[in-house]
């Protein structure tokens, strides 16, 4: 029996192995625009709005930025992108279960949809969220709640799952349970930074969480 009639997954680092993708293509993208490069610096701007890292990084050449990174990111994705192992068959038990499934990610919609379809994972979800799809972002409720209307659910129904305290912050902003997960760039560090409702090692360990 599911413990949650839904659930709203962050994508970086949380379905999808993706942080050294997204690492090599930041990366690329500094030293294309002769940016300084610093790896501990950029990966707080994980889970984090593009414009944002763009307008902190490379103040007054946002755009050229995203479209840099963007550039990057479509060599890169498709080539570096894995869903961590037992997402895919957890994923198809909570769908089996009857479980409403939707993405919220920070994400250009058109790296998470095609993210999605990389990963084998689109047609588990009723609904994938990038950043255009709502005016405020995480940690900010607003997208976390558009993806529950989309599922006809109420806040204290569902969970949101995620690897960064942004994603806690958004879902414990829209009335939701939480749930950290300590394989992402949050790390084990997450259950005290963010402090999640629940927090789990492990996809093993979330699955028994979910489905009891």
């Known amino acids: 029996m599911p413990k949650f009639a839904g659930l709203l997954f962050d994508l970086d680092g949380t379905l999808s192995d993706s942080v050294p993708m997204i690492m090599k293509s930041s990366e690329s993208t500094h030293a294309k625009m002769g940016l300084p490069w610093n790896p501990a610096e950029v990966v707080r701007f994980i889970g984090r709005p593009l414009y944002e890292t763009g307008a902190y990084f490379a103040p007054g050449r946002v755009e050229e930025y995203i479209e840099t990174f963007r550039e990057y990111n479509t ?59 709502s005016d405020k972002h995480k940690p900010d409720a607003e997208p976390a709640l558009l993806a529950l209307e989309k599922l006809g659910l109420r806040p204290e129904e569902a969970a949101f799952i995620g690897d960064a305290a942004v994603d806690i912050a958004c879902g414990k902003a829209a009335g939701m349970h939480t749930i950290g997960v300590g394989w992402g760039v949050g790390g084990a560090a997450l259950k005290e930074t963010a402090q999640p409702e629940y927090f789990v090692n492990t996809v093993n360990e979330l699955g028994r969480l979910l489905l009891l």
């Open 75 to 133: 060599v890169y994705l498709p080539k570096m992108i894995k869903p961590f192992p037992g997402v895919v068959s957890l994923l198809a038990k909570l769908q089996e279960a009857g479980v409403g499934l939707a993405i919220v990610t920070s994400r250009l919609q058109w790296g998470a949809d095609w993210s999605a379809e990389i990963l084998g994972i689109q047609s588990y979800f009723t609904a994938i969220l990038g950043v255009e799809a």
